[in-house]
C-alpha cells in the first residue's frame, strides 16, 4: 500500500502528464521556462568563467515569464493550491491580476 505522500507525488506527476497534453496554463509555461534554461546553457557555453550565481543575475535581468490570471483573488484552496505547483516548479514566475475592491 502506498503512503499518502507517494500518492500524492503520483497524482501530482499525473496531473502534469495530462496538462502536457492539452493547452493549459501548466503547458505554456513549462514552455516558456525552457527559455530560461537555454539562456542559461548559453552563457555557460559563451562566458564559461561566470560563476552560477554571476549567470542567473545576468538571467533575471533579461528574461521573465509574467502570466495573467485574472480570477487569481477569486480561486479557491484547491486552485491556489495547483497555482502553488506552479510556483515551487518555476521560482521566478511572475502572476499580474486586477484585484477588484468590494463595493461599499
Known sequence: ?????DADKSLLALRKWASLRMQTLYRTVHGMMHYEAALDLLLAV??????PAQRAEIIRTKFMCLV???R???????NLAATDVLFDEFPHLKVA???EAADS
Open 1 to 5: 500500500q502506498p503512503s499518502r505522500e
Open 46 to 51: 559563451q562566458r564559461p568563467k561566470l560563476s
Open 68 to 70: 495573467s490570471m485574472q
Open 72 to 78: 487569481y483573488q477569486f480561486l479557491d484552496a484547491a
Open 97 to 99: 491580476y486586477i484585484e
